[in-house]
């Protein structure tokens, strides 16, 4: 019994220092390596974690630049070391890279973009424009430099191209990255509305069936364009008729201002028939003055053109007395300036007399001339074709035969039975009325019929 009993108490003694240990000794130790691997784990995690925050997952470089492990990282680790072969990745060119790198015994991956980060850059062209006009953006500057695509636009798009003067006009480049940059181009607006100056054109004759040049002479000015056109318009002229021809001078400066001039090219018989040389310009104009004087005296506002070329041809016929070679044949002006002081003439004296009044009433005439002369004693002789009553008639003041009179307003058949040689070449002379009028006017007491037959216009 004892026995059993002291067993007893043996084994409770050895249980309860066995719990003592496993209180005192074992539980804390377990407790201590169980925390310790939680706490080493917790710092293992910490550490890849801030591990984790040092790398980034998306770098951005300007092409053409150099990158290193520093680029990837806050801070970079000391065992760190790219996996991607860097032969491979070319910053040269635009893209994006796939970047392997190690760390200890992990990998991270990150991706390399080479973009571009600068604008483009240009040089300026110079611009001259005309007012309202618009001028190509990409033409205002030179030299464009980007990496990437880019596009050329103005900085202000409701800029205005309507003022005149010198400007500055801002172009704007943009790549393909939304970099931007200005030039500053110098614009030169042109407001122009002035049209071209012609000059040199003015009235001339020549002889029937001469060649002439038109623009001989005759220039043209712009105070923009340095090369206005010059359009002349010969459409009525015809060289083998005798007659009076306008020939328009029109110019256009490169915004369309025009200007014209309209001269006369007269078609004569003979070079003394008009005005022959600019030398003749103050003979002209003492003649013309000397006709007005006379005009003013046999002629009034109220009388119509027939009217006036009866008192016209019958003055010249009263006043200035026939005489054979007295006349200054250097000239038409000349001669009747001769005449007109002299009071005598030939035949070419008598015809340019007539010829000063006329032009100075505003009546056309032409000079006919005696053809072929060698069928009479080859003398030359001169008449006018007068155009009245919308034809051509004609008229000569000079006397014939003892005449006491004057020839007015005659067909051809009725000059050429008047008398005094009136032979022509009809051929290179306008076409003449075949009208018969002498009922109706008296050259003797310079009387017109009140029935003579008026058209109407």
């Known amino acids: 019994m004892k026995m059993h009993q002291l067993s007893e108490y043996k084994i409770k003694k050895i249980t309860e220092r066995s719990q003592r240990v496993?209180?005192?000794?074992?539980?804390?130790?377990?407790?201590?390596?169980?925390?310790?691997?939680?706490?080493?784990?917790?710092?293992?995690?910490?550490?890849?974690?801030?591990?984790?925050?040092?790398?980034?997952?998306?770098?951005?470089?300007?092409?053409?630049h150099k990158f290193d492990l520093s680029t990837f990282f806050v801070e970079v680790p000391e065992d760190a070391a790219f996996v991607t072969d860097l032969s491979t990745i070319d910053t040269s060119v635009i893209g994006s890279y796939p970047i392997e790198i190690s760390v200890g015994d992990r990998q991270y991956e990150s991706v390399l973009n080479v973009v571009d980060l600068t604008a483009p850059t240009a040089n300026p062209v110079a611009q001259e424009i005309y007012a309202g006009d618009v001028p190509d953006p990409a033409a205002c500057v030179k030299d464009v430099y980007d990496l990437s695509g880019y596009k050329i636009e103005f900085a202000d798009p409701d800029y205005n191209f309507s003022e005149g003067g010198h400007h500055a006009l801002d172009i704007k480049l943009t790549d393909s990255f939304d970099n931007s940059s200005i030039v500053?181009?110098?614009?030169?607006?042109?407001?122009?509305?002035?049209?071209?100056?012609?000059?040199?054109?003015?009235?001339?004759?020549?002889?029937?069936?001469?060649?002439?040049?038109?623009?001989?002479?005759?220039?043209?000015?712009?105070?923009?364009?340095?090369?206005?056109?010059?359009?002349v318009d010969t459409s009525q002229v015809?060289?083998?008729?005798?007659?009076?021809?306008?020939?328009?001078?029109?110019?256009?400066?490169?915004?369309?201002?025009?200007?014209?001039?309209?001269?006369?090219?007269?078609?004569?018989?003979?070079?003394?028939?008009?005005?022959?040389?600019?030398?003749d310009e103050d003979a002209v104009e003492n003649a013309y003055r000397l006709a007005d004087s006379?005009?003013?005296?046999?002629?009034?506002?109220?009388?119509?053109?027939?009217?006036?070329?009866?008192?016209?041809?019958?003055?010249v016929r009263h006043h200035i007395t026939p005489s054979r070679g007295t006349s200054d044949y250097s000239s038409w002006a000349n001669a009747a300036i001769k005449a007109f002081n002299t009071r005598r003439a030939s035949c070419y004296g008598?015809?340019?007399?007539?010829?000063?009044?006329?032009?100075?009433?505003?009546?056309?005439?032409?000079?006919?001339?005696?053809?072929?002369?060698?069928?009479?004693?080859?003398?030359?002789?001169?008449?006018?074709?007068?155009?009245?009553?919308?034809?051509?008639?004609?008229?000569?003041?000079?006397?014939?035969?003892?005449m006491r009179s004057f020839f007015f307003m005659m067909t051809d058949k009725e000059i050429k039975n008047a008398g005094g040689g009136h032979m022509f070449n009809e051929s290179?002379?306008?076409?003449?009325?075949?009208?018969?009028?002498?009922?109706?006017?008296?050259?003797?007491?310079?009387?017109?019929?009140?029935?003579?037959?008026?058209?109407?216009?």
């Not at 130790?29 to 591990?51: D, E, F, P």
């Not at 201002?257 to 003979?270: A, L, R």
């Not at 050259?443 to 037959?453: D, E, L, Q, V």
């Open 22 to 64: 496993m209180s005192f000794i074992v539980l804390p130790l377990l407790l201590g390596l169980s925390i310790g691997a939680v706490v080493c784990l917790y710092k293992y995690n910490q550490a890849v974690k801030a591990l984790d925050g040092l790398i980034y997952d998306e770098i951005n470089i300007e092409y053409a």
């Open 184 to 231: 500053q181009v110098p614009i030169y607006i042109k407001d122009d509305h002035t049209p071209p100056v012609i000059e040199g054109a003015h009235d001339f004759n020549l002889i029937i069936g001469g060649s002439i040049t038109y623009r001989g002479g005759v220039t043209v000015t712009d105070d923009f364009d340095p090369a206005p056109e010059l359009v």
């Open 294 to 315: 006379i005009l003013a005296s046999i002629t009034d506002g109220n009388m119509n053109d027939i009217q006036k070329a009866m008192k016209i041809f019958y003055w």
């Open 350 to 402: 008598s015809w340019a007399c007539c010829k000063a009044l006329l032009d100075r009433a505003g009546i056309e005439n032409i000079c006919v001339t005696r053809y072929p002369k060698e069928q009479y004693n080859n003398r030359t002789h001169y008449w006018c074709l007068v155009k009245l009553n919308g034809e051509w008639y004609h008229c000569d003041a000079y006397p014939w035969q003892g």
């Open 428 to 457: 290179i002379y306008p076409a003449r009325s075949t009208t018969s009028v002498q009922s109706y006017v008296n050259p003797a007491n310079c009387t017109i019929s009140r029935n003579f037959p008026y058209r109407e216009g």
């Open 238 to 279: 015809d060289l083998n008729t005798i007659g009076v021809y306008p020939i328009t001078y029109t110019s256009y400066d490169e915004v369309g201002n025009s200007s014209s001039v309209t001269v006369n090219v007269t078609i004569v018989s003979i070079w003394s028939a008009g005005v022959t040389a600019e030398d």
